[in-house]
């Protein structure tokens, strides 16, 4: 009979898998470097970018849309080629992103609505596949104490970004910023510096093995050789059981 594992031990059994340490000290800089600038979008687009209430309520909805479709066509494709290409394709565009808001301005509505969408579609792939890559490097027998050590560090990571992101919003706060002939919000500092250590951080994916997972070439070229896997195909799933509930209803009165 074997014996039984103290809580110690099954606490520093993630820290002992080398692969799986690298996996905690990626997620630990890239929730610190996401949510350095996450908490200030809102206050970004309703007090610097004067975005009305409803507007940012409606970004919120197509980013929500995006992500639902993304997740099916997201998932269709690390059917296919794994998860770790597809997190590193979607990373490249969520690393931008915190520097592509500064181009929007307060009297444009298509630059918003195309970031806020593109934010989504990606995001949703980062987002599932970062926990099928959880699932998929963790060993079954000890599961429930790896995944906890994934979301203890991803929480302590995300919990910091904001504190240091709120210090330094209260030192620059007072300043007259300016670049060139650009005088740049506080918060777009923050932005900026959030897309760097997003890009910083991004550096040390390249150190987490996947069983079996493919390349971003590699992918590249299945995709191209694969139908199927358009947004349409991505909407036609999701509305499937609105169809089919309209398509008893209609035979029912048949």
Not at 108 to 116: A, E, F, R, T, Y
Request: glycine share 6%; aromatic share 14%.
């Amino acid at each position: 009979m074997a014996s039984p594992i103290s809580v110690r031990m099954l606490l520093c059994l993630p820290f002992k898998d080398s692969n799986f340490r690298n996996f905690l000290t990626f997620t630990f800089l890239w929730s610190f470097s996401v949510y350095v600038a996450s908490p200030f979008f809102t206050l970004y687009f309703l007090r610097d970018l004067k975005f009305t209430y409803s507007f940012v309520a409606i970004l919120g909805v197509l980013s929500a849309v995006a992500d639902m479709v993304g997740m099916r066509v997201w998932g269709r494709i690390s059917d296919r080629v794994k998860n770790k290409a597809v997190i590193q394709v979607s990373s490249w565009i969520a690393i931008i992103l915190p520097v592509a808001w500064i181009s929007a301005r307060p009297e444009s509505v298509v630059i918003p609505i195309i970031l806020q969408i593109v934010g989504g579609w990606f995001w949703a792939g980062i987002n599932l596949c970062t926990n099928n890559l959880l699932l998929k490097i963790s060993p079954q027998e000890h599961r429930a104490s790896y995944i906890s050590a994934f979301y203890i560090v991803g929480g302590l990571g995300s919990a910091l970004g904001p504190i240091v992101a709120g210090y330094v919003l209260k030192s620059i706060g007072p300043l007259d910023l300016h670049f060139l002939s650009w005088h740049p919000f506080p918060i777009q500092v923050i932005f900026i510096a959030s897309t760097l250590f997003r890009l910083a951080s991004f550096q040390l994916f390249k150190f987490v093995h996947e069983p079996e997972a493919l390349t971003v070439g590699q992918m590249v070229r299945i995709l191209r050789s694969v139908r199927g896997l358009t947004v349409v195909n991505g909407f036609n799933h999701l509305l499937h059981p609105f169809i089919e509930i309209k398509s008893k209803n209609y035979e029912s009165k048949q």
